[in-house]
T-cell receptor
Framework: DADVTQTPRNRITKTGKRIMLECSQT?????MYWYRQDPGLGLRLIYY???????NKGEISDGYSVSRQAQAKFSLSLESAIPNQTALYFC?????????????FGPGTRLTVL | AQKITQTQPGMFVQEKEAVTLDCTYD???????LFWYKQPSSGEMIFLIY??????QNATEGRYSLNFQKARKSANLVISASQLGDSAMYFC???????????FGTGTSLTVIP
């Protein structure tokens, strides 16, 4: 089984709809992240969390919210989706903040907002 | 501020040849890690190789090696004996020791020509 899972894998929704993307991990990591990827822009950080009581905004948090329900679960919500939120969304985890701990990524969610 | 720069949006290489993907970084932290990820057309992010700022030798993982030039703040990825399956996007990333975030470049699209 995959260490970091994301649901759904693909989603098409309409402008104004609320949508939630879910992420679960079995790596036992405290640190979890949400990124979006757009062509030519690389990965941009939306939110990150170090535990259920610690949520931090990233580079592009406007229009998004998150919930850390448990150590293993981190959800991203779009309260009122708009077309420019069409992107590939990744959840990631990492271990302690030593320089050598890489991030582990989920398979991604392709979101299309019509 | 931390920053990663990948100046090659697209690269082509003949099958079985070697190719170098460029990455420069900017940080004032003395201890940091540099990472390369591969993203095939299927979308997942695959960790390839890591280099620590205090590592004396360049990292190698199979056909991947990292040409680390600390004074020039560059961490180029070298892929030897390119294969068709190497066609993908490649991202360079950095994390400081104790740092909460990873910083990604905008990526390089590599196409291997038969």
């Amino acid at each position: 089984d995959a260490d970091v899972t994301q649901t759904p894998r693909n989603r098409i929704t309409k402008t104004g709809k609320r949508i939630m993307l879910e992420c679960s991990q079995t790596k036992g990591h405290d640190r979890m992240y949400w990124y979006r990827q757009d062509p030519g822009l690389g990965l941009r950080l939306i939110y990150y969390s170090f535990d259920v009581k610690d949520i931090n905004k990233g580079e592009i948090s406007d229009g998004y919210s998150v919930s850390r329900q448990a150590q293993a679960k981190f959800s991203l919500s779009l309260e009122s989706a708009i077309p420019n939120q069409t992107a590939l969304y990744f959840c990631a985890t990492s271990g302690l903040p030593t320089a050598y701990n890489e991030q582990f990524f989920g398979p991604g969610t392709r979101l299309t907002v019509l | 501020a931390q920053k990663i720069t990948q100046t090659q949006p697209g690269m082509f290489v003949q099958e079985k040849e070697a190719v170098t993907l460029d990455c420069t970084y900017d940080t004032s932290d003395p201890s940091y890690g540099l990472f390369w990820y591969k993203q095939p057309s299927s979308g997942e992010m695959i960790f390839l190789i890591y280099q620590g700022s205090y590592d004396q030798q360049n990292a190698t993982e199979g056909r991947y090696s990292l040409n680390f030039q600390k004074a020039r703040k560059s961490a180029n990825l070298v892929i030897s004996a390119s294969q068709l399956g190497d066609s993908a996007m490649y991202f360079c990333a950095m994390r400081s020791r104790g740092g909460n975030q990873f910083y990604f470049g905008t990526g390089t699209s590599l196409t291997v020509i038969p």
